[in-house]
């Protein structure tokens, strides 16, 4: 499965079970962890619970939203990983970048002095230069 598949899969899951807090279901997070725990609250009233088939296995769903969960860390520390792998190209890219442009600057310093050394010789020469084709025209 895609990891786009994945993430958007995990991202529905999460939704529903976020509409399903009204029903009873509520988060809590476990420490540092990475992956939120799931807790079912559970009405006293049983009146108010379903019946046959729409009735909810309250283990079922927690198991569930575990898995939601996870996918939905998997596809965060995926993008981590991939922003991370990034900002490092960006950083060689940059640097090479800077190299280019230096040994740039360097061919342009050492072309303009020959320009001047050129020039300086031109302004030395006693006499005109003419230049003559190899087709010997002037």
Known sequence: MPKQEGFQQAAAKIAVYF????AGVSLSEGGDSAIIGATLRIPMNTSAQPSGEDAIDPQAEARRLAE???????????LSTAYTALQSQVAQLTAELAAANGALRQQYL????????????????????ILIGHDNVV
Do not use: C, M, Y
């Open 110 to 129: 050492e072309k303009v002095a020959l320009t001047e050394r050129l020039a300086l010789l031109l302004d030395a020469l006693p006499a005109g230069v």
């Open 68 to 78: 939601a969960f996870h996918i939905f860390n998997q596809a965060s520390e995926e």
């Open 19 to 22: 509409k399903a807090g009204a």
